[in-house]
């Protein structure tokens, strides 16, 4: 990567703010089984480490066994 394809981003980035509504729905896409947290936070563009922490705060408990 040279300095030629540097990208400068100028202005301020908005952080998102999402209701427990939105983490609710959110937390519960990942808990149908049928889609990975990785692939539930690439739709919604959020950070992965985001939907575990939502789950620690709803009380969803990993089943280590499955």
């Keep these: ?34 889609t990975s947290v990785a692939d539930v936070a690439r739709r919604h563009e959020i950070d992965r480490s985001l939907i575990y922490r939502w789950r620690r705060e709803f009380g969803v408990v990993e089943n280590a066994g499955a």
């Design 1 to 34: 990567m040279s300095i030629r394809d540097l990208e400068i981003l100028a202005g301020s980035v908005r952080r998102r703010k999402f209701t427990r509504v939105d983490k609710e729905a959110i937390v519960s896409e990942t808990l149908n089984g049928d």
